[in-house]
């Protein structure tokens, strides 16, 4: 029997190229479920998702950040990750699984996606944390992980193969 759950995570790509065609209310419903899904510590659930599908917004949020947004240029929807950091100490931990699991929901509905960083990262005159969070009024206590920009593929990369692992990375039984 194939493992299905390897296969997606080996075709998992970052896809910065989108089709102009927009995904269907249940194909995003299924990304957003996957990041209902997400354990968090203590079981706190301090993720919220944003999801944007105005052009003009999605836009808007490509101007939040400096560089490393090409993939925002034709998403058909963008869901931005941010979570109460009141909530919980480690809010970038469940921010973060959060957002892999709607990655590779889309992978397995076939879409592609990307990671756009913003925590920690920079707009043109000021954080970009700030500035995602002033354009939608996300409030002051939440922490904004990133932006996934999701939509169909427009461009092909091919799924990593065993060779391409790094084997190194993994140490047994101590370092
Ligand atoms: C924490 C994190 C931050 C990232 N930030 C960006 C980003 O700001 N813009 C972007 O286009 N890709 C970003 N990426 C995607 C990485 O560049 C990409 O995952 C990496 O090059 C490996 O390629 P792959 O996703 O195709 O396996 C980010 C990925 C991670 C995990």
């Keep these: 029997m194939p493992d299905e759950m390897l296969e997606i995570l080996k075709r998992r790509r970052s896809i910065r190229k989108f089709r102009e065609e927009k995904l269907t ?5 299924k990304i957003l479920k996957a990041g209902l899904l997400a354990p968090s510590s203590k079981n706190k659930k301090p993720v919220e998702l944003i999801l944007v599908e105005d052009p003009h917004t999605i836009q808007a949020l490509k101007n939040c950040k400096n560089m490393g947004t090409a993939g925002l240029d034709s998403a058909a929807c963008a869901i931005v990750v ?3 950091s009141r909530k919980s100490d480690v809010w970038v931990e469940d921010a973060s699984i959060a957002a892999t ?3 590779l929901e889309a992978e397995s509905l076939s879409l592609g996606s990307v990671w756009i960083q913003i925590r920690n990262r920079q707009s043109a005159s000021a954080d970009a944390e700030i500035e995602v969070r002033n354009l939608l009024n996300i409030p002051e206590s939440y922490g904004v992980l990133n ?6 593929k427009a461009e092909e990369k091919a799924p990593y193969k065993e060779e391409d692992l790094q084997r190194s990375s993994v140490h047994r039984e101590r370092f």
């Design 25 to 29: 209310k249940e194909e995003v419903e």
């Design 101 to 103: 699991m709607m990655m």
């Design 147 to 152: 932006i996934l920009a999701f939509g169909r």
């Design 82 to 84: 941010t979570a109460d």
